[in-house]
């Protein structure tokens, strides 16, 4: 079990810009998540997937933002026109889906990204 | 809709001290309820958790949790504060749909 990994740790880019990042859950998890974290905040949720499905976008997520998730396995998140108010650590997490209520979620170290 | 706040933004305390982080949630539904730590640069890593059953919760790094219904809290102890307990805390509550909701974190230092 690696963990769940996140690439690039830190991403540091100009407004405007288009950015990608990648998310590589624990192997056997179905489900995947994105938070982003401002500083001295907690993570808010973003989206989540069920194996491909994309079952659940926050409001947060704006038309600016896409992610995908096109095998089941691992994810990209893509903001395009980035904005001085994107800067944010964007954390993954990945869990199992199984028949109960509780299933825990394994975050990634994260993504921290600066917009210029 | 549910929610968590987390009373105090930043706790310090002395090595050896009782360490507590208090947490009180909102919720239609009968909540899940957790703790993760967080490291500088690092992701969550979860403490405890509660689901059903028993009210005191024990995590790792010798963390405890209570459950109390009646005051919708879940405060997070442990007797004895370590250097290596420095950290950011965020308690967190999950609705029935599996997005957790995180509180804003509290910062614990812990002064030698």
């Known amino acids: 079990d690696t963990g769940v990994s996140q690439d690039p740790r830190h991403k540091i880019t100009k407004r405007g810009q288009n950015v990608t990042f990648r998310c590589d859950p624990i192997?056997?998890?179905?489900?995947l998540y994105w938070y982003r974290q401002t500083l001295g905040q907690g993570p808010e949720f973003l989206t989540y997937f069920q194996n491909e499905a994309q079952l659940e976008k926050s409001r947060l997520l704006s038309d600016r933002f896409s992610a995908e998730r096109p095998k089941g396995s691992f994810s990209t998140l893509e903001i395009q026109r980035t904005e001085q108010g994107d800067s944010a650590m964007y954390l993954c997490a990945s869990s199992l889906e199984f028949r109960g209520p509780y299933n825990e979620q394994f975050f990634g170290p994260g993504t921290r990204l600066t917009v210029l | 809709a549910q929610s968590v706040t987390q009373l105090g933004s930043h706790v310090s305390v002395s090595e050896g001290a009782l360490v507590l982080l208090r947490c009180n949630y909102s919720?239609?539904?009968?909540?899940?309820l957790f703790w993760y730590v967080q490291y500088p640069n690092q992701g969550l890593q979860l403490l405890l958790k509660y689901t059903t059953g028993a009210t005191l919760v024990k995590g790792i790094n010798g963390f405890e949790a209570e459950f109390k219904k009646s005051e919708t809290s879940f405060h997070l102890t442990k007797p004895s504060a370590h250097m290596s307990d420095a950290a950011e805390y965020f308690c967190?509550?999950?609705?029935?749909?599996?997005?957790?909701?995180f509180g804003p974190g509290t910062s614990l230092s812990v002064i030698p």
């Open positions: 192997s056997e998890h179905n489900r």
């Open positions: 967190a509550v999950k609705t029935s749909y599996d997005k957790v909701i």
């Open positions: 919720s239609s539904v009968p909540p899940y």
